[in-house]
C-alpha cells in the first residue's frame, strides 16, 4: 500500500513585513516549497493577528483554509512557530469555521459602502463631543439614545478583541452570538454590553451628527461622517482556520476567560 499523500501538500506563505516573519519566511519556503496561492491547499499565513485579519480579509472569496504561525506581536489567532514537521501540523490541525461582519454604512454626502469585519465593526466620536446613537435590533428600537465615545459589535473571534477592552463578554468561537458593547458610555450611564443571536440584524443611527460626526470601522475599513450603519453576521462566507490540537481557538477563549 502506497503512504496517504497529505492532505496539505502545497503550501502558499505570506507574511508580515518585519525581520521574524520575512527570516521565516524565507526558512519555510526552501523546506516547503512555496506555491501560489490559486494552486495551494492552505495559506500559511507568518505574523501576528493583524496580518492574520489582512489574510482572511485577501482571501475571503478562494475557499483556503488559513493557518498562522505566530511571528509577530499579538498573536491571539496564531498557533506557535515551528519550523519542523509542518505537513504533519496541518493534517492534525482542527478546522474552525468563522463568519464575517458586513457592515453597511450610509454617510452624510449620501454615499453608501459595504464592508467586512472578522473581529468587529466599530462606531467612533470623530470630535470632542460625545456620539449620539439610537440602536435598533431586528428593526425594533432597544435603545433611544446612547451618549458615548462609540459603539461596537464583534464576532465570537473578535470578541477577545477590542470588544474585550471595551468591558464586553467572551464568546465561545462556536456560539451562534454576537456582542453588542458601548464604548465609555455617559447615558444610559451603567449600560452594558449585550448578546445578540448571531441571525439579529442591528442599526445604529447617528443623531445630531452634523454636530456629533461619527466613523464607522469594520477591522480596518473606516468610512466617515455615517448617518446609519446596519451590520448583520454574513453567513454565506465561511472561513477555515486551522488550529493544533489542544490550542484551538475554543480552548484559547475559555483560557481568555479565567486569565491565562
Known sequence: MSPQTPTYARIAFVASPIPEAEEALARLSKRYGNVAPDDADVIVALG????????LHQFMSAGKPIYGM??????????????DNLIGRLDAAHDAVIHPLLMQARAADGTSRNCHAFNEV???????????LRILIDGKERLAELVADGVLVATPAGSTAYNLSAQGPII??????????????????????????????VRVEVLEADKRPVAAVADHDEVRAVLSVDIKMDHAIGM??????GHSLDERIIREQFGY
Open 240 to 245: 477555515h482556520m486551522l488550529f493544533d490540537p
Open 122 to 132: 466599530s462606531l467612533f466620536r470623530q470630535t470632542y463631543q460625545a456620539a449620539k
Open 48 to 55: 501576528g493577528d493583524g496580518l492574520m485579519l489582512q489574510t
Open 70 to 83: 505566530h511571528r509577530g506581536t499579538v498573536g491571539f489567532l496564531m498557533n506557535e512557530y515551528h519550523p
Open 172 to 201: 465561545p468561537i462556536t456560539a451562534p452570538l454576537m456582542a453588542l458593547t458601548p464604548i465609555s458610555p455617559f447615558r444610559p450611564r451603567r449600560q452594558h454590553s449585550a448578546l445578540l443571536p448571531d441571525s439579529a440584524q
